[in-house]
């Protein structure tokens, strides 16, 4: 990437110095934040959810390492690593680990530790794979931004709820984002290979991200498809090897049935999550009871699979007409906004791995103050708490409160209040396919930086 480098631009040291001043003010105003992701707070007696989520990982790999079955219940583990037993009736308790067998590969190094000093040395290690994914996006955007642009970025980054709801929680979304972020430099860089080793592995950590598997079939770049292929292959037959094959039947039959019931909470930002919360809420969440306009768990899975259909026809029409490098990123990123468009479940803290897209969607709408407008007010129902967001706007659509406390939602506050960061999503994707078009159309009219090659096109280098 040294050709980029005469054309990075010099901050002057007064903006610097001042994000240096904002990045330490913002640190301060975070601090208990941070405290509480290096030193977790242990669930009190008769709690639903342990909130510290890394928990999963670190229980199961326990478990392996003492003989038990992976997938032990959470109230046992909690009582055997805590010595705390939730409460297994709560409505918002999990009861399995909910993620897949080879998530628990990242657990088994943490597994020696105790809780505390394992969850502390996750998220150290999260915050290492966030900046090194802002690097990453920042040194190969087109044209390159100064270093110095992680110091506002992290700054902002600090202040979103997703990025707060990470660290309490100790998620996984940091190393998705990494190895998605990496995946899209590798491409990129015509190292095929690479991209579909690491879009391999995030999948198999986490299932969802097999999605952006279409932006390489819709390119044809069949070495980063096959690549991405053997490496979940290899670690699915790591862990079946490490664990044993009952861990998968366990996965199978016990975790994705209870998995599968949060599809209808009203948190599920997700397309998803909107049909479901339409027809088969089945899986209430505190703050809310939800009226379906039906219950038809059918009716739920057939819209479901349309609105994945549509998204996937979009961007087949999209993708492979992407031929600038330009429009090649955006395309990556608009295919990376659809995978949350169209994952089972879309949880805040999922909204981390939108830094790749909104960057690329950002550098391209600089020159219209219109869509940079656009942009900001898509991103703020996203960037803040979701019960903000959502209870000031039952407020306004006059929702009613159901008998056992909470909001009570009919289908008119579903398709309203409920679905704002949906809708959020989809507006977003709109923005990214109206940017795409714009980058392309200025390509294809010959607005090329004087003295510079064009960049070699994505499918070019992998097929």
Known sequence: MAHMDHSRPAWPARRIVFWLAALYLVCLWQLPLLEHAAAPQLPSPGMGLLLPDFFQEWASARNYLRGSPVYTPQDVTAERYLGVRPNS???????????????????????????????????????????????????????????????????????TYPFCNQMIHGQLNCLLLVLVTGCWAAARSGRPILAG??????????????????????????????????????????????????????????????????????????????????????????????SPVCYSPRLALAGSAFSAVCVAAALAAIVPRSRSQKGSDLAFGLTLVAMLLVSPVTWDHYLLLLLLPVALF????????????TLCSLLVPLAVKPEVTVNHLMVVAGAGRAPGGGWLATPWETLTALSVHCYALLGLFVIGALVLRLAEARCAGGAQVPGRAPHATVSDNTS
């Open 362 to 373: 950002w550098q391209e709408a600089s020159p219209s103050e219109s869509l940079k407008v």
């Open 89 to 159: 009736t709560a409505p918002n308790f999990i009861r399995f680990n909910a993620h897949p067998p080879a998530s628990v590969l990242l657990g088994l190094p943490f597994a020696w530790l105790d809780f505390q000093a394992a969850f502390a040395v996750w998220n150290a290690l999260s915050l290492l794979f966030l900046e090194v994914s802002l690097w990453l996006i920042v040194r190969r955007l087109d044209p390159p931004l100064s270093a110095w642009t992680l110091l506002p970025a992290t700054a902002l980054l600090l202040l």
């Open 197 to 290: 080793s690491l879009l391999g592995v995030a999948t198999a950590v986490k299932l969802f991200p097999g999605f952006l598997l279409l932006y390489f079939v819709f390119r044809r770049a069949w070495k980063a498809v096959v690549a991405a292929v053997i490496a979940a292959l290899i670690l699915l037959l790591v862990t079946a090897l490490l664990f044993g094959p009952e861990t998968y039947r366990s996965y199978l039959q016990d975790v994705l049935p209870q998995t599968s019931l949060y599809r209808g909470a009203w948190l599920n930002m997700s397309l998803v999550g909107l049909w479901h919360k339409l027809f088969d809420p089945a899986k209430p969440l505190p703050g809310f009871v939800i």
